[in-house]
């Protein structure tokens, strides 16, 4: 057996050895082989960490927002150089398939480095006329150390879309990534190193809860973004609020999918498929609950079946595999807790419904797609967060009625719409409680384009230029040009 490798924090531009002595192991879900120890890191290192980010804080702040946006994009050359053998990481580390990783993971990390490294010499504040005896400016100031957490299932993406916006406007991060996937982060500390970012402005912590919540609770800290569950941003906002932080919360979905009859059904399909089985469903903008109109909910579920039938689960790293492994044992009981719950309410199993085995499969945490029909908006099925291969089909008559059974939810990430009708599709997007919407497509995520919730899924924006408001303050200057005016006398 070969040895595992250890992965470590990185600290001041280094590779940084823990000082707890406790270490955990990084499982590849394909097959539950442990590959790799990762330190898991003390208070003490925390505080090394946060301390290097504040140190730095000030050259970094201090450099022109050309010289930070030279820095990054060089970055994004250079993840973009190694997109192989990082997707090969991530795919380890995630069990995804790697005929997603070498097109998505990396990429958009690479271009969210390259957006904000394009625009980091254009974030500056405003100038506002007050009459000719004086004026005043804002400026649009850096907020100091931020934190980022993220979650596991786009783990390199993940510590982008938070360093990109972060370290263009002039701060510097302290980045935690899930304890399931600890590797990635690492390639991108390493390749803001190369593309010259001084010590200390990029800074990778490894550990579970405990290491994220020092960091939260941080006073030195300014701010914090999150990727995770709902109930870990509740946790997380209320550790933050102690020392009043900025929070960007990037929370758990349930998102709908409507397909009205006008629909071209073919694209619907396609788009239903990407939407629940991609990275094998662990995304969490899925569009999980699908609507689909009476009079071509037939067709779509034959049509539906058809085409997920032919997915092939099987090792991530061979490039025909479409359906990969989910993230750990523990997690693969929970969608299929989910299954038993939604055959045991009464919605029509018509797919998939248990554990993948075979060749290859029956050491690791494989969920065959799973499509239920004959679905009610009150069962566990419909109305929680699974965060695997399995979609709920349900009928629905009108526009009215759909649009409210849409927004019956706690969560408001995304939502989709399939129809020909122009007019329509605006109508009903509008009335949709979510943050990001498509039409006639699901799940396409440009990092030009804000992302991020509403309700429970979410507070504040990731990428687009919106980004940048979350990262950054600004301070208002007034500048008088004439006398002091007082009533006091002279
Ligand atoms: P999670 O909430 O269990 O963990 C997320 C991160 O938070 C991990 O790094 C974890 O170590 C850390 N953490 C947990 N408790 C903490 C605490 N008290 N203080 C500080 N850090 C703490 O989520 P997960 O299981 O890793 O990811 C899946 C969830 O993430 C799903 O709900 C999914 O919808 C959500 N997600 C959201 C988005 C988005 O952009 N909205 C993207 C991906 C995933």
Known sequence: MVQPRIIRSYINGADYTATSGEVFADINPATGETIAEVEQASAADVEIAVAAAKAAFKEWSGMTGAQRGRILRKAADILRANNDEIARLEVLDTGKPISEALVVDVASGADCLEYFGGIAAAIHGEHVDLGGQAFAYTRREALGVCVGIGAWNYPVQIACWKAAPALACGNTMVFKPSEMTPATAICLAEALTEAGAPPGVFNVIQGDRRAGQMLVRHPDVAKVSLTGEVGTGRIIMGDAARTLKHVTMELGGKSPLIVFADADIENAVSATLNANFYTQGEICSNGTRVFVEKSISAAFQKRLAE????????????????????????????????????????????????????????????????????????????????????????????????????????????????????????????????????????????????????????????????????????????????????????
């Open 307 to 490: 085409r997920t039938a032919k997915l092939k689960i099987g090792d991530p790293l061979d490039p025909e595999t479409h359906v990969g492994a989910l993230i750990s044992e523990g997690h693969m009981h929970k969608v299929l807790g989910y299954i038993e719950k939604g055959k045991a309410e009464g919605a029509t199993l018509v797919c998939g419904g248990n554990r993948a085995s075979g060749a290859g499969l029956d050491a690791g945490y494989f969920v065959e797609p799973t499509i239920f029909a004959a679905c009610r908006d009150d069962m566990s099925i419909v109305a929680e967060e699974i965060f695997g291969p399995v979609l709920s089909l349900l009928e629905f008559e009108s526009e009215e009625e759909v649009v409210a059974r849409a927004n019956d939810t706690e969560f408001g990430l995304a939502a989709g719409v399939f129809t020909r009708d122009l007019a329509r599709a605006h109508r009903v997007v509008a009335k949709l409680e979510a943050g990001t919407c498509w039409i006639n497509n699901y799940n396409i995520t440009p990092i030009e384009v804000p992302f991020g919730g509403v309700k429970q899924s979410g507070i504040g924006r990731e990428n687009g230029l919106a980004a940048i408001n979350h990262y950054s303050q600004l301070k208002s200057v007034y500048v008088e040009l004439g006398d002091v005016a007082t009533g006091y006398p002279l």
